[in-house]
């Protein structure tokens, strides 16, 4: 038996943020209703072969789930009991933005067995929000933190965004200061990236504004490890910080390469040996499903060569790093040589015990430079 999630793209949002490359779209939430009868219809028709499957996390991401409401959650989780054994779940995340959770929607959705809840801070500043197109200000932060405790979740997460082109050293420090003192149990903290496609990306293309140095951001990270984990939350990836026991089970499938089921538009899954996408768009995804068709868009097989990169890609970037006894037994060798040659080419960036590689706390920093260089 193999441990295992199951991922639902909720794509509506109220504002297109000028930064996301997530699929959302801001002016469609009239089709909610017909995008549920899709969503249930596509979990009631999954082929998979689960048999040797435990689930034991569910994440609704987005886009923005909590613009859901009640009557519709409690359909999309029914459905999921109906087709799949859930009974061994024991974390199941929704995705909220401040000031767009009413109080009693999150109260309803925690009677639901929703038990986590991921908050999109992203700043405390007023002028950096606002830069963002973020639609709440810095009160419906605390507002909605207020709501996520008083609805009685006791696994909160909240993203925030460094690096934001305005932003100073003493920014980032208040926002680490406020993030603590809210005191929840997870924290992802990402460094802003300009997407193609996006508004951000544009703007830099443009010439209008002008991303953060990498030197500065180098400095700003090491700073930001430093004050979680004085604070107790520990890094045990290169953007997510928890206490002790709350790491996010649901991305540690991902980090893992565990399967994981995937339902919705854009959303993508894998089975352990394949990897799929579904369409990335919502009109496209209905009308498929609708039509009693597949909503997968790309379908491929994990070739032994590609799994090897995504365990040395996505190990790499966890703090406990990848053990050569998990790497396919084809590309063993060709890997042991190229860590070599790189712990030469990276002086005291990358530490070996025993069959274990990972980074050091130096390395962590170069970590988007190097680890390009350790595929094979
Ligand atoms: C796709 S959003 C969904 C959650 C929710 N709609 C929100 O905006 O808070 C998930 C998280 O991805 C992060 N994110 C999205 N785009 C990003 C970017 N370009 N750079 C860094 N982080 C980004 C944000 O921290 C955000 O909270
Ligand atoms: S960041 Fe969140 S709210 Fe903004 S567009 Fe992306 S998914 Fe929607």
Known sequence: MIYAGIYIHIPFCNVKCMYCDFYSISDKNSDIPDFIKALTYEIEHCSI???????????????????????????????????????????????????????????????????????GVQSFQPELLKFLTRMH???????????????????????????????????????????????????????LTAEKGTELFSLISEGQIKMPRNSQIGSWFTRTHEVLLKNGYSGY???????????????????????????????????GIFRWNNARSLKTYMELIMAGKSPISTREKLASMDKTNEIIG???????????????????????????????????????KAKNYSFTNKGLLFADQIIPDLLI
């Open 49 to 119: 072969d689960t048999s040797k499957w435990i689930f034991d996390t569910i994440f609704i991401g987005g886009g923005t789930p909590s613009l859901i409401k009640e009557n519709h959650m409690e359909k999309i989780l029914s459905c999921m009991h109906k087709k799949f054994n859930l009974t061994q779940v024991k974390e199941l995340t929704i995705e909220v933005n401040p000031g767009e959770a009413p109080k009693d929607r999150l109260k309803a959705f925690h009677q639901m067995g929703i038990n986590r809840l991921s908050m």
């Open 137 to 191: 200000g810095r009160d419906e932060i605390f507002e909605t933190y207020d709501n996520i405790r008083w609805a009685g979740f006791q696994n909160v997460n909240c993203d925030l965004i460094y690096s934001i082109p305005g932003q100073t050293k003493k920014m980032w420090e208040d926002d680490l200061k406020s993030i603590i003192n809210l005191d929840p149990e997870h924290i992802s903290a990402y460094t």
């Open 237 to 271: 990836e290169i953007s997510n910080f928890s206490k002790e026991r709350f790491e996010c089970m649901h991305n540690l499938h991902y980090w893992n390469i565990e399967p994981y089921l995937a339902f919705g538009p854009s959303a993508h899954g894998f089975d």
């Open 314 to 352: 996505f190990g790499m970037r966890m703090l406990k790093g990848i053990n050569l006894k998990n790497l396919p037994t084809t590309h063993l060798e060709k890997c042991k040589v190229n860590f070599e040659i790189i712990m030469e080419k990276y002086p005291n960036c990358i530490e070996r």
